[in-house]
């Protein structure tokens, strides 16, 4: 059994500064992508960063220069590092991987409620 484990988020002012960590554990597996997704009250889910196959990475527009993802194949882990907050940020955070057991698979973690407000 695959499992991501989130940890980190919370509450922050405008501004300011969080980071959240993301670890995959479980059955003998192939780390193929990580990254995080965020879903606001009433918006879809989207995607905030990743780190894909190849080692690059994609960044939503509006975090673009205040967010940085970083991922470690192998501790298995990825982190996001989130600065200059903005209201806009507060979202449901959602740790995603594809992972290779047997074939490539979609994971997700129980997601982290991040808060920014003054």
């Known amino acids: 059994q695959v499992r991501l484990l989130e940890s980190g988020g919370g509450a922050a002012q405008p501004g300011g500064d969080l980071e959240l960590s993301c670890k995959a554990s479980g059955r003998l597996f192939v780390v193929n992508a990580m990254g995080w997704y965020r879903q606001a009250p009433g918006k879809q889910r989207e995607l905030v960063a990743i780190?894909?196959?190849?080692?690059?990475?994609n960044y939503l527009d509006s975090v673009k220069g205040r967010f940085a993802i970083s991922r470690d194949n192998a501790k298995k882990t990825a982190r996001l590092q989130m600065r200059l907050l903005k209201s806009e940020d507060t979202a449901v955070y959602y740790c995603y991987a594809n992972l290779t057991t047997d074939l490539p698979t979609d994971y997700w973690g129980q997601g982290t409620q991040v808060t920014v407000s003054a």
């Open positions: 780190v894909n196959r190849d080692w690059t990475t």
